[in-house]
């Protein structure tokens, strides 16, 4: 009943040429998956404008990687989510790792943006995940509740129907390593019963959950497979149009 997602995150790769290139060797690829699975590319901010252009007319969404939680203002080198869905983008990355680690992004900026992402409309795809010494200290689920809870902190259930969230163990992301399936599934049921506590079991039962890290045309299958696995964030091997076909046809 929920359908499966699958998103590219390019991260800072890829100009706007390379941006197009990609569109045009991966749209004729995708036909037959195109109404079984919602896929999504999110770009450097800077290509947005080259891949809508590119997937004008197909079913492949487009999102920004990061956005302030201000409509406008003097923040020198942010975006704003008004900005994003006048170039017609639709989705929008928040929290992912890489921002709260390099970008010093907090948990309340992430409840902010996500605020500020559902009030423009926006398909906000929210990032949690623990650190290698957070599992090994046995802290994944107590990580998972703290980001999932701050996160959706003000959020009532009528406004969570757009809300996806992706489970990215911070471990796997770009290491080669990935999550086995049942580590990955483990996680997502508790993220699922968190969700349920705060937002009832309705909105949690139709919430997508993806998986990221090290996700690859080989695992993505076994992955996927996974009654709790809602769909994938792919890093590196989305930045080829046949290695992320292949990804998004295991999801279908
Ligand atoms: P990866 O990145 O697939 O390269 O591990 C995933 C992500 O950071 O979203």
Redesign the pocket.
């Known amino acids: 009943m929920r359908r499966p997602f699958v998103a590219a995150?390019w991260?800072m790769y890829k100009t706007p040429q390379q941006a197009t290139s990609f569109i045009a060797g991966f749209l004729p690829l995708i036909s037959e998956q195109a109404t079984q699975v919602e896929i999504a590319i999110f770009p450097p901010a800077i290509d947005l404008p080259a891949v809508v252009a590119g997937v004008q007319g197909s079913t492949v969404g487009v999102g920004a990687q990061n956005m302030h939680f201000a409509d406008e203002g003097a923040y020198t080198g942010e975006i704003a989510a008004g900005m994003i869905t006048a170039l017609g983008a639709g989705y929008i990355l928040i929290g992912?790792?890489?921002r709260r680690q390099y970008g010093f992004e907090t948990d309340e900026m992430v409840n902010r943006k996500l605020l500020t992402a559902l009030r423009h409309n926006l398909v906000p795809v929210i990032c949690v995940g623990e650190h290698l010494e957070e599992r090994n200290d046995e802290q994944t689920e107590a990580v998972l509740h703290k980001q999932t809870y701050a996160a959706l902190k003000d959020i009532h259930p009528e406004q969570a129907a757009p809300i996806v969230i992706?489970y990215?163990p911070i471990w796997?992301?770009?290491?080669g390593k990935t999550a086995t399936p049942q580590m990955a599934a483990d996680a997502h049921k508790f993220i699922r019963n968190e969700v349920a506590e705060l937002l009832g079991r309705s909105v949690a039962e139709s919430m997508r959950i993806l998986y990221?890290?090290?996700?690859k045309p080989e695992n993505a299958r076994e992955l996927m497979a996974q009654e709790e696995i809602d769909g994938a964030?792919?890093?590196?091997?989305s930045l080829d149009p046949a290695s992320f076909y292949k990804i998004v046809q295991a999801a279908s």
């Open positions: 995150n991260k992912h790792s890489e992706a990215e796997a992301i770009g290491t990221g890290g090290s996700v964030l792919v890093g590196g091997a």
